[in-house]
């Protein structure tokens, strides 16, 4: 189907406004309907044409690779799809110079090209891609997703000028084809205004379900206490520590939230709003606690996270103060020393900068010495077992990590637990293991029985220490939990846990796992190298790819103007065109205009002896197998059919005649 007049360069001009690409699209829509206008035309044949549609494909793959690398494969694909029009202009470009405006369907389609090689009496179509390639800028520049209605009109109005152009030669029925069109617009438009909602409600769904997985809750966080079976764990890592091993004790515990209320396996952070913090002069810097200028952070550690669609709680040593290096678009910090940033980057680095005793963690609440009542009579029972109540604040701490240090460390539950009793009160009496929400909880509703405040903090374990990194790697089966505790006025970290959990759970890992560490450190050194940008030698680069493409496409061809393309066409070579036997028919005598080699073989053959008739018969089939038949000659026919012609050329008795192709032979 043919496109309307200006509609290729109005698409291109709507794309690059779309876009904000509007000089791009400009250029290229003049210089394509300029094509379109120019009465100029070039000899292009098929593999010309294939050759063109090859190179845009292969240039569209590399940008795809080259924006994704760069920018994320979702987002650099779309842009991809938003160049699009651009890179695949050559293939229009090469159609509009063309004597019939077409180009063969095989060029487009390696598929065609094969099957009409293999069977050469299919038929191999030229069509216009014109209409096509309008629409597709349409929809490029709808990848854009500028959002608004000037997007919707354009394309009903291309749709419209495409319908058009294709209608059948009848004025009849040009007024209900435009009432029809404009209908299907306003039902496509309520169409779209409801999907949107229904996007809307669905997004609000989600939300309320709190459906995360890295970046966790600041909120609430569910347990799995009484779980049956194994705990899943996962060997991906999710943040990089680089700190040395001397420091391997201060890094263990990085604190990501702390939550005050346990209800039924569910621990939530109650009275902990969460406040927007304004960065400093640098935008980088973060103060979570503001310190005399003569007291700076002590010791600084650098870390990399992994962000959970842009965003993520970041884990921190205890007594954090400040974050720098930090080019977040927003952070947010809660009383419980929770701080979350939003950054649009799969790894963010940072440099936590921290003194002991001081943070940014509220002081006791009621909410931190309250114990549920179905726990209490548990609960009680083991202080008076362990006489804590009779000790000073620091040493009931003690004592409940003395006692739980004999509790063993466990993934796996066999049994359910017994009716009547909860998870923590069967923890405590009768298995006496299980994985570290047990301890923690076991630990902080303890203390809170004991009369000291506690919280419950969540977080992860530095415990690995990766050679080929140098740093502590952190994975998701690193995640942790522990208890928090005020004792003389500050928070301190009781981790109850026993010390070989991380060792337990080392042993269940893949034996791929080193492998697979050497891939996660390639990828993760590839993200954090800078964008690509490109320099002048790149653009020189591609300027000379641009030249080498037209020089190797238009070399040997022939600009003829409109009034000569049919002797153009016919003067294109063909199958055959340097057989001998044309030099022998100008030997024995010039065919007749109109005059087959047949009727020429007829006439000629009546002067001929029996022999010399019997081998001009046998060049003329060889000569005729090799101008018209798709397989050709073999070797071996090819050289008799060279020799048959010059044993009887009487031009040339001792040699091969010289070659006298006539192109518009019969």
């Known amino acids: 189907m043919n496109s309307p007049p200006a509609l290729i360069g109005a698409a291109l001009v709507f794309w690059g406004w779309q876009t904000g690409n509007l000089l791009v699209g400009v250029l290229a829509g003049v210089a394509l309907e300029a094509l ?13 044409h294939a050759s063109v549609a090859d190179l845009c494909t292969i240039g569209f793959v590399l940008l795809a690779v080259l924006l994704a690398t760069n920018r994320g494969i979702g987002r650099g694909i779309l842009e991809a799809f938003i160049w699009q029009p651009i890179v695949l202009a050559p293939i229009i470009a090469a159609q509009l110079v063309t004597a019939d405006r077409r180009i063969p369907l095989s060029a487009l389609f390696r598929h ?3 099957l009409t090689r293999a069977h050469p009496e299919i038929r191999d179509p030229r069509v216009d891609t014109s209409a096509v390639y309008a629409a597709l800028t349409l929809l490029a520049a709808g990848v854009a997703n500028q959002r608004g209605s000037e997007y919707y009109v354009a394309v009903v109005i291309g749709a419209g000028a495409l319908l058009l152009a294709a209608r059948p030669r009848r004025r009849a029925g040009l007024a209900a084809a435009a009432l029809l069109l404009a209908l299907a617009a306003a039902l496509g438009h309520a169409g779209h205004i409801g999907l949107a909602q229904a996007q809307l409600l669905l997004v609000d769904w989600i939300i309320d379900f709190n459906m995360r997985v890295v970046d966790a809750d600041p909120y609430r966080t569910r347990t799995e206490l009484g779980s049956l079976g194994r705990l899943k764990k996962y060997d991906a890592i999710v943040l990089r520590v680089y700190a040395g091993t001397g420091e391997a004790e201060r890094m263990r515990l990085l604190h990501r939230a702390s939550y005050n209320t346990y209800l039924a396996g569910t621990w939530i952070a109650r009275g902990a709003a969460m ?12 103060i979570l606690e503001r310190t005399p200028p003569q007291d700076l952070p002590p010791y600084r550690v650098r870390m990399a996270i992994r962000m959970e669609s842009g965003r993520a709680l970041l884990p921190l040593p205890g007594g954090t103060t400040r974050i720098a290096s930090l080019p977040a678009t927003q952070l947010r910090r809660g009383p419980l020393g929770t701080a979350h940033a939003s950054l649009a980057v799969d790894w963010a680095t940072y440099e936590a900068q ?3 005793g001081i943070a940014f963690y509220a002081p006791p609440a009621p909410e931190d010495s309250a114990v549920a009542p179905e726990e209490r009579q548990i609960l009680e029972a083991v202080v008076a077992e362990l006489g804590l109540l009779d000790l000073a ?13 004999g509790f063993r460390y466990a993934t796996f539950r066999e049994r359910p637990v017994r009716a009547g009793e909860t998870a923590l009160g069967d923890f405590l009496t009768r298995t006496r293991k299980g994985h570290c929400e047990y301890f923690a909880t076991a630990a902080t509703l303890l203390a809170r029985a004991a009369g000291v405040p506690a919280r419950y903090a969540t977080g992860f374990a530095a415990i690995e220490h990766s050679a080929l990194e140098g740093a502590y790697v952190v994975r998701a089966r690193h995640a942790h939990a522990w208890s928090r505790a005020w004792v003389e006025g500050r928070w301190r970290d009781l981790d109850t846990t026993p010390p070989v959990w991380g060792a337990e759970e080392e042993r269940e890992a893949p034996v791929w796992q080193g492998f697979a560490d050497l891939l996660r450190y390639a990828g993760f050194r590839w993200q954090q190298r800078g964008e690509f940008r490109a320099g002048d030698a790149w653009y020189a680069l591609l300027a000379a790819l641009a030249i080498y493409l037209a020089w190797s496409v238009l070399r040997g061809r022939k600009v003829v103007r409109d009034g000569k393309t049919a002797l153009a066409a016919a003067r294109r070579r063909h199958p055959g065109e340097d057989s001998e036997f044309y030099a022998l028919e100008q030997s024995l005598g010039q ?9 020429w073989f007829l006439r000629i053959a009546k002067s001929l002896a029996e022999e010399k008739r019997q081998n001009l018969l046998a060049a003329l089939r060889l000569h ?9 000659l073999t070797p071996e026919d090819r050289g008799r059919l060279a020799r048959l012609c010059r044993s009887l050329n009487p031009a040339s008795p001792d040699g091969p005649p010289k070659n006298a192709a006539i192109p518009g032979a019969k």
Do not use: C
Not at 36 to 48: C, Y
Not at 591 to 599: G, I, L, V
Not at 624 to 632: I, L, N, S, V, W
């Open 591 to 599: 065919r007749e205009a109109a005059e087959t080699q047949s009727a």
């Open 624 to 632: 005729q197998r090799y101008r018209f038949d798709p397989a050709g």
């Open 36 to 48: 379109r206008a120019l009465r100029l035309r070039i000899d292009l044949g098929a593999k010309e």
């Open 275 to 286: 406040e927007n913090l304004e960065s400093e002069a640098d935008n980088e810097t973060w």
């Open 112 to 114: 065609v090209r094969k």
């Open 354 to 356: 921290a003194m002991p």
């Open 393 to 405: 604040p620091a040493e009931r701490l003690r004592r409940i990590e003395r006692h739980l240090g």
